[in-house]
């Protein structure tokens, strides 16, 4: 079975350009949730999604930031206009059942550098 | 506020046994995560504690204690793949699922 996958790897844009990062959970994971890590710090909580619709956005940094995910199948996040602050690793996770047991299952990542 | 604690850096040597704490101070507990991650790679998950007390997975084993807002990870028979970060990570409850996660504790396996 295929993991959690993320498109692209890596990124390195100018501030004030346009970036858009590709999730795509693990087939059959109605779940899919998007985390960040900035350089030096924890990873952080972005937005959850169930199917195609937003559960839980708390985490979301600004209205820069627009995360999408028609038909409940992959996830796009885009930032628009970029800012410096904006760099750092962008993680996918999706998981299975919303259960107390649910384990989220994490893509390797998207490095984002905004230069 | 969400806290949660863990050692940056511990260093050990292979074949023995490591043992990587975690606190933790949240809005609510439904469940405490381990997970491993090297090194550009995504992180792979490790154990999950939701009830106090010990659950073992090979040579991983994960504790917690509820009332202590504490747990561990305890790794033996140490081998050099085991270098890598280990991440605590804490859901909390009122129905929504997202992970809280402490920075990290990079671990160092020497011959």
């Known amino acids: 079975e295929a993991g959690v996958t993320q498109f692209p790897s890596h990124s390195v844009i100018e501030k004030g350009q346009t970036v858009t990062l590709r999730c795509d959970p693990i087939?059959?994971?109605?779940?899919l949730y998007w985390y960040r890590r900035v350089m030096g710090k924890e990873i952080k909580f972005l937005l959850h999604?169930?199917?195609?619709?937003?559960?839980?956005e708390s985490g979301m940094p600004n209205n820069r930031f627009l995360a999408e995910r028609t038909g409940g199948t992959y996830s796009t996040l885009k930032v628009q206009p970029a800012e410096l602050e904006d760099s750092g690793v962008y993680f996918c996770?999706?998981?299975?059942?919303?259960?107390?047991?649910?384990?989220?299952?994490f893509g390797p990542g998207t490095r984002l550098l905004v230069l | 506020g969400q806290n949660i604690d863990q050692p940056t850096e511990m260093t050990a040597t292979e074949g023995a046994i490591v043992q990587i704490n975690c606190t933790y101070q949240t809005s609510g507990f439904n469940g405490l995560f381990w997970y491993q991650q090297h090194a550009g790679e995504a992180p792979t998950f490790l154990s999950y504690n939701v009830l106090d007390g010990l659950e073992e997975k090979g040579r991983f084993s994960s504790f917690l204690s509820r009332s202590k807002g504490y747990s561990y990870l305890l790794l033996k028979e140490l081998q050099m793949k085991d270098s890598a970060s280990y991440l605590c990570?804490?859901?909390?409850?009122?129905?929504?699922?997202?992970?809280?996660f402490g920075a990290g504790t990079r671990l160092a396996v020497h011959p």
């Open positions: 996770a999706s998981s299975q059942i919303r259960l107390a047991s649910e384990t989220q299952y």
């Open positions: 087939s059959g994971h109605d779940n």
């Open positions: 999604f169930v199917k195609e619709s937003k559960q839980d």
């Open positions: 990570a804490v859901r909390g409850s009122g129905g929504y699922n997202k992970l809280i």
